[in-house]
């Protein structure tokens, strides 16, 4: 990932997830799109741990889709693995922000990469981020997640649940195969 000057600590937050089976491929290695995903169960937890639930925004006709996506797979990530999801508000503009992510194994850098997202209303055109929500993307941790929410909780807590689709990745290019397996 390019290099950009520090960001302030109190604009990460860490998830903790466990690797599920149905995450994984013929190879049993964490299937390279998924990574979006755990991107996505993070920036969730990031907002939670401020005190605010995506919905209440989108009630409002306040929407960040993802519209740009980049990953670099370092190393790879097996079923039952714990993995630490570091996500950080890294850059907020008038119309869009930028969150930055590592992926870790016991301290080992398995990915990382970034989202940018755009503020646009219910008619999919940009907007201006609302000055309230532009403050919490400059805000440290207020609150502990919402319970279950550090173990994997936007997919659902794998441990008692069905297999199936527990969320989406967003619509976004990217380019990456298989990171290499090297542990």
Request: proline share 7%; with cysteine.
């Amino acid at each position: 990932m390019p290099h950009r000057p520090p960001t302030p600590a109190y604009l990460t937050s860490r998830f903790t997830l466990q690797v599920r089976f149905c995450e994984t491929d013929m190879m049993g290695i964490v299937h390279h799109a998924n990574y979006l995903t755990y991107f996505e169960a993070g920036r969730v937890d990031w907002l939670h741990r401020r005190g605010i639930s995506y919905d209440i925004w989108t009630k409002q006709g306040i929407h960040l889709p993802v519209v740009e996506t980049r990953l670099r797979y370092r190393k790879a990530a097996r079923f039952d693995d714990v993995l630490v999801v570091e996500t950080t508000c890294a850059l907020v503009t008038r119309v869009t922000l930028r969150f930055d992510y590592r992926i870790l194994r016991d301290g080992v850098l398995l990915c990382e990469g970034e989202t940018l997202l755009a503020c646009v209303g219910d008619d999919l055109t940009p907007k201006r981020l609302p000055a309230a929500m532009s403050d919490v993307f400059k805000s440290p941790e207020h609150e502990p997640a919402h319970k279950g929410h550090h173990h994997h909780k936007s997919h659902g807590d794998h441990a008692h649940e069905e297999p199936g689709r527990h969320g989406h990745a967003p619509d976004a290019a990217h380019k990456g195969a298989h990171p290499p397996d090297s542990r």
